[in-house]
């Protein structure tokens, strides 16, 4: 036992790093437009790509590997409730739009619709695939992204990986000593 440390769990690492936001991901079949929550996401490099985690157990899955296509919609504090019951629920039994009261907006390149609630929604297709049979892991090309102007400071949430969130705390300016990075201070 090195000094104040005590061992941590391997099966409970994941809480420290849980990676991203809370997110809605919308995806639709031939049949009908899905709505789940993930806490496995993340920005890959600084250009316009994502990943985040979506397994065969998820019922969007199916939709996500036959066409390709989803939105990831970001919700506040003041979604985090029905976000976590969205989580809870199969769309293989519920229709989750309906059930939560959410509204679908069309979205400009993807077949998946935007959620209205949320303050910001991106559409994406998938990029690559080769880490899904391993990993659930998908990168996807962010096609187009939309926020609301009037919701632009609202705080996103993030799963503490034990039912538990925080969302975003006081926002530190230090853009002035990013010299090597100054490139990705500017708006």
Known sequence: MPGRFVEYPLDRVHRLFEPGPIVLVSTADDERANLMTNGFNMPVRHSANLALVIGRWDYSFTAL???GECVIALPDRGLLETTVDIGNVSGAEVDKWDRFGLTPLPAEV??????????????CTVADDRLVADYDL???????????????????????GDGTFSTNGERIDLRNRMRKWESLTRD
């Open 65 to 67: 590997r036959e066409t």
């Open 138 to 160: 998908w990168v996807l090309r962010v096609e187009k992204a939309w926020i609301d102007p009037e919701a632009a400071d609202a705080a996103e949430v993030h799963h503490r």
């Open 110 to 123: 993807v077949r998946p619709p935007l959620v209205s609630e949320c303050f910001a929604n991106v559409e």
